[in-house]
């Protein structure tokens, strides 16, 4: 039997040629592609860009997300004592998964990141967006909203 550690590695890494990265409106540096949207199961599934230093706003996922960092590295900031503060620096590989209802913001590395988000939908909602400080509420994101991206963009896979 061959020991894993003995098998050569893949040559290719992910191939985002064919994904035209949709940006986040108003938000420098953060893009984003649809991978799927599955209404029986209220789930969105997408890649999320964030260029080298970029953040974004104070947001809270309202289900369960799954998240991967594919590429690059992912910080996470968390609010302790009113503050932003440094919780995680994510390399490739990282997965973790949250129940939901979890205030953070989100940074790309010195390399900026690819990560893939799974995210469940409460009533519908994805996730709330608040200011940069996490304080004043924004607006939401749903799976519909997520729905129409998809049939705008069309369903190109990496290659």
């Not at 999320?48 to 799954?66: E, I, K, N």
């Not at 205030?103 to 995210?119: C, F, K, T, Y």
């Amino acid at each position: 039997m061959t020991d894993l550690l003995d098998l050569p590695r893949p040559a290719r890494q992910l191939d985002d040629s064919a994904i035209s990265w949709r940006p986040f409106a108003g938000y420098e540096g953060l893009y984003f592609w649809v991978l799927g949207v599955d209404h029986a199961r209220q789930q969105v599934d997408i890649f999320f860009r964030l260029a080298p230093g970029a953040r974004c706003p104070g947001h809270r996922h309202v289900g369960p997300t799954d998240t991967l960092v594919l590429e690059g590295e992912q910080r996470t900031w968390e609010k302790k004592d009113g503050e932003w503060a440094l919780d995680q620096v994510r390399p490739p590989g990282f997965y973790s998964s949250i129940p939901g209802d979890h205030l953070h913001s989100e940074e790309g590395g010195a390399e900026g990141a690819i990560v893939m988000l799974s995210m469940t939908a409460v009533d519908g909602v994805i996730w709330e967006t608040y200011d940069y400080e996490g304080v004043e509420f924004q607006s939401v994101s749903t799976i519909d909203d997520f729905q129409r991206v998809l049939d705008k963009q069309g369903r190109v896979a990496p290659r």
